[in-house]
């Protein structure tokens, strides 16, 4: 997401109050100092140890850590403005922090440590609810045909702008759709520059708020410009391959405790196989735990809601994503990723293909047992969900990163444990 940094916000004690500087330096005191001081019991500095010193170093790179990831997190990504992905992020960081202590055999109080990373999740919290209003992004809107469609998102406070005056009213920045602006707005819009308010075209702000890409005017230069870098796809390849071998011993005994319930609840194969289009449009076999009664001469359609196919096991496994564990094979055969867009069957593909521009570009990366679209948009069901969902995609490969794609990662936790999109 576009960051904005407050730009309304131009008095001293707004800035100082909401500057991220101010929030570390007093999120520090709390989480920080203030645990340290009391599990010392506030003695002499000479009679501290340097257990006790070492966790204060590591407990503040732990906060740090933890409050610039978060506040990354917020400004970087559509939906990041979610008190969800707080608490695992610190989990995270702070458990790196102590399990570092057992592996370099560093001499640190743990206690102080773990007391401070609740102490950071309590806080971070507090300053989550009482901040969020003052991070919406306040924007004022040129009234034209393209815009109206950031007008009705709740996601931001955009407010309309009909005429090229702003009454004194403070804004973070102002958006036009730059091509059909008239020269009496470009005059306006100059001044407001000159003002140092930001100025900003319709279509960027539209995909850093929604996390989608417009394709219904795609051109073929907007398509080349959407390409992964050759260095992502390497590493994350190896990336894939590491969380794979490591979470074997996790998600192995899942798959075979899954696999008894499913055969004892229904007759059939207790794994399905299809054909499904991977990258470059070619079509691989992709496995499945299945959820479904069994039946080999079912025609292909989507899954509905409440589907009668589903089985009782299949309703659980379906909403944890258990049943697509077995696609872990996938990964290790190089024919999917663990974060890209979901590969379709081949009848889809050609409908859609069809009826979508530019639909098969998705295929330009490696399909993933999640995704961007999986965690925004959820199931798609018909054509017009399956156009929203693949500007989604769209998003995804142009915003493609490590960090991205472990934002979608703490996201897909999310979709697990509410069953988001899950059908």
């Given at each position: 997401?576009?960051?904005?940094?407050?730009?309304?916000?131009?008095?001293?004690?707004?800035?100082?109050?909401?500057?991220?500087?101010?929030?570390?330096?007093?999120?520090?005191?709390?989480?920080?100092?203030?645990?340290?001081?009391?599990?010392?019991?506030?003695?002499?500095?000479?009679?501290?140890?340097?257990?006790?010193?070492?966790?204060?170093?590591?407990?503040?790179?732990?906060?740090?850590?933890?409050?610039?990831?978060?506040?990354?997190?917020?400004?970087?990504?559509?939906?990041?403005?979610?008190?969800?992905?707080?608490?695992?992020?610190?989990?995270?960081?702070?458990?790196?922090?102590?399990?570092?202590?057992?592996?370099?055999?560093?001499?640190?109080?743990?206690?102080?440590?773990?007391?401070?990373?609740?102490?950071?999740?309590?806080?971070?919290?507090?300053?989550?609810?009482?901040?969020?209003?003052?991070?919406?992004?306040?924007?004022?809107?040129?009234?034209?045909?393209?815009?109206?469609?950031?007008?009705?998102?709740?996601?931001?406070?955009?407010?309309?702008?009909?005429?090229?005056?702003?009454?004194?009213?403070?804004?973070?920045?102002?958006?036009?759709?730059?091509?059909?602006?008239?020269?009496?707005?470009?005059?306006?819009?100059?001044?407001?520059?000159?003002?140092?308010?930001?100025?900003?075209?319709?279509?960027?702000?539209f995909e850093s708020v929604t996390g989608r890409v417009r394709i219904r005017n795609m051109s073929e230069n907007n398509i080349g410009a959407l390409l992964p870098s050759v260095f992502y796809e390497r590493v994350k390849i190896c990336l894939d391959w590491l969380i794979v071998i490591l979470t074997l011993p996790i998600t192995i005994p899942i798959v075979l405790l899954t696999a008894i319930l499913v055969k004892l609840e229904s007759p059939g194969p207790v794994f399905y196989t299809q054909t499904r289009i991977g990258q470059g449009n070619k079509p691989f076999t992709i496995y499945k735990?299945?959820?479904?009664?069994?039946?080999?001469?079912?025609?292909?359609?989507?899954?509905?809601?409440?589907?009668?196919?589903?089985?009782?096991?299949?309703?659980?496994?379906?909403?944890?994503?258990?049943?697509?564990?077995?696609?872990?094979?996938?990964?290790?055969?190089?024919?999917?990723?663990?974060?890209?867009?979901?590969?379709?069957?081949?009848?889809?593909?050609?409908?859609?293909?069809?009826?979508?521009?530019?639909?098969?570009?998705?295929?330009?990366?490696?399909?993933?047992?999640?995704?961007?679209?999986?965690?925004?948009?959820?199931?798609?069901?018909?054509?017009?969900?399956?156009?929203?969902?693949?500007?989604?995609?769209?998003?995804?490969?142009?915003?493609?990163?490590?960090?991205?794609?472990?934002?979608?990662?703490?996201?897909?936790?999310?979709?697990?444990?509410?069953?988001?999109?899950?059908?």
């Open positions: 997401m576009k960051n904005f940094s407050q730009r309304r916000f131009h008095k001293l004690h707004e800035q100082i109050l909401l500057s991220r500087t101010f929030s570390l330096m007093l999120g520090w005191c709390i989480a920080v100092a203030l645990p340290f001081a009391i599990h010392i019991g506030f003695r002499d500095i000479n009679y501290i140890d340097n257990g006790q010193f070492n966790a204060l170093w590591l407990s503040s790179i732990a906060f740090v850590l933890s409050h610039t990831w978060c506040n990354s997190l917020t400004a970087s990504y559509p939906g990041g403005r979610s008190a969800f992905l707080i608490a695992p992020q610190i989990f995270f960081v702070y458990l790196c922090v102590i399990l570092g202590t057992f592996l370099f055999q560093i001499n640190a109080s743990r206690l102080i440590i773990i007391t401070s990373g609740l102490i950071t999740l309590v806080w971070l919290y507090i300053e989550y609810i009482f901040t969020y209003k003052y991070r919406i992004p306040k924007l004022a809107v040129v009234v034209q045909p393209n815009t109206q469609e950031l007008l009705a998102l709740n996601t931001i406070d955009a407010r309309p702008l009909s005429i090229p005056i702003l009454n004194e009213k403070r804004y973070d920045a102002i958006v036009a759709d730059f091509a059909t602006i008239t020269p009496e707005w470009q005059r306006f819009l100059t001044q407001c520059a000159l003002q140092r308010t930001p100025i900003y075209n319709a279509n960027q702000i735990i299945r959820s479904m009664r069994f039946d080999r001469a079912a025609p292909e359609k989507f899954a509905g809601e409440d589907d009668p196919r589903i089985t009782r096991v299949g309703k659980i496994i379906r909403k944890l994503r258990i049943d697509e564990l077995p696609q872990f094979l996938n990964i290790i055969k190089g024919d999917m990723s663990l974060i890209g867009p979901r590969p379709e069957q081949p009848s889809f593909v050609e409908e859609f293909d069809k009826q979508i521009p530019f639909y098969s570009y998705r295929h330009v990366v490696k399909p993933g047992i999640t995704g961007w679209a999986q965690v925004r948009h959820g199931y798609a069901a018909n054509s017009d969900e399956t156009k929203v969902k693949i500007e989604h995609d769209f998003y995804y490969i142009k915003n493609c990163s490590i960090s991205f794609d472990f934002y979608i990662i703490l996201l897909t936790i999310r979709t697990m444990l509410t069953g988001f999109g899950a059908r």
